[in-house]
């Protein structure tokens, strides 16, 4: 009887436990932050909204699946990423989906019904692994990204996408990511390497998920170190603002709008902290006349994409702004 009890005990706290991140599991030697994840954001958001729950992947019977494939290696550190698109062997657009966490936390498997339900749309996915702030500081981040991006533009012919219609989607600091090498888009010098170089890594569209789009801003509570306690943003540069501001407006999506910005979809909660900077980009991108689209979703917690029912109401925005940017070039 004493086993059986063991036995369901531990089935039980495998089903409420946080759930581990795959990243880290898969580097067991890196230093771990694994408190973003979805069960953890489950718990916390039901005390505000108890009727949410979890969005699943969905049906998956049409879609081709390659998951950790690496993209690049560092010495022994593999990156890694998953690609997903609809069976059959027509060549299709790409999104490059960018997780959130703090630039500490997350991994690539949390957005995976994204990636799945806009591959049930037509498009090819791809989540990308990227260093975060424990393992490496800015702008290693930045650089893996347009990395994963250059090899996918490599090996498109090997996966029947259309490298010529690739877009950025991000959440959170992943929509701060997915802002930054949208509206820089191949401008900046430090954000170069190597790897595929032969290749480009420009973005033809930029979705952000409640992602900042200027550090130092007067909206803007990123970078505010409390006593004993940095903040998410100080960890990943390595300096406070007052340090180095320099490297906080680099990173900033907003000081890098220009004619080869591309066309931008912004998402947000309700949750004004993460709306920073929006509404100046949106004149710049006006002066340029670049098009982009904003919807905020009412009554919504900041990692709202990761429930329904509001994810129900945000992924159409992201399918009808991709169709529009991606398929009618």
């Known amino acids: 009887m004493r086993f059986f009890s063991l036995l369901i005990v531990i089935m039980l706290w495998s089903v409420s436990a946080p759930v581990s991140a795959q990243h880290y599991r898969m580097h067991p030697d890196i230093p771990t932050d694994s408190s973003y994840n979805a069960q953890n954001e489950l718990i916390k958001n039901r005390k505000k909204y108890p009727s949410i729950s979890l969005v699943g992947v969905g049906d998956l019977n049409k879609l081709i699946i390659r998951n950790d494939v690496v993209y690049v290696r560092y010495g022994n550190r593999a990156m890694h990423l998953d690609l997903v698109r609809p069976e059959g062997t027509k060549k299709v657009p790409v999104v490059v989906i960018i997780h959130a966490g703090g630039w ?18 037509g498009f090819a996915t791809v ?50 990511l997915a802002a930054l090498i949208g509206s820089e888009n191949g401008t900046v010098l430090s954000y170069k390497t190597i790897d595929y170089k032969q290749f480009s890594d420009k973005v033809e569209a930029v979705v952000d998920m409640d992602g900042v789009l200027a550090f130092l801003h007067p909206e803007s509570a990123e970078g505010q170190d409390q006593p004993g306690k940095l903040s998410a943003a100080t960890l990943w540069f390595g ?34 902290r993460f709306h920073a900077g929006r509404d100046d980009m949106m004149k710049k991108l006006n002066a340029f006349g670049i098009y982009y689209e904003v919807h905020t979703i009412d009554n919504t917690p900041h990692t709202f994409w990761l429930f329904h029912p509001w994810f129900d109401e945000a992924m159409p925005y992201v399918v009808r702004f991709l169709n529009k940017t991606l398929n009618n070039k």
Request: proline letters at 4%.
């Open 104 to 121: 500490r936390s997350g991994e690539k498997n949390m957005d995976r019904h994204i990636a799945y339900e806009l591959s049930r749309n």
């Open 127 to 176: 989540c990308v692994e990227y260093r975060l702030s424990m393992e490496a500081r800015y702008p290693a981040g930045v650089q893996d990204i347009k990395t994963a991006i250059r090899w996918i533009r490599a090996n498109a012919a090997k996966y029947n996408l259309q490298s010529n219609r690739l877009a950025i989607f991000g959440t959170s600091a992943g929509g701060q």
């Open 239 to 272: 300096a406070s603002s007052k340090e180095k501001p320099e490297l906080f407006n680099e990173a900033s999506a907003y000081c890098h709008v220009g004619k080869q910005t591309a066309p931008f979809l912004f998402v947000n909660s309700a949750q004004p």
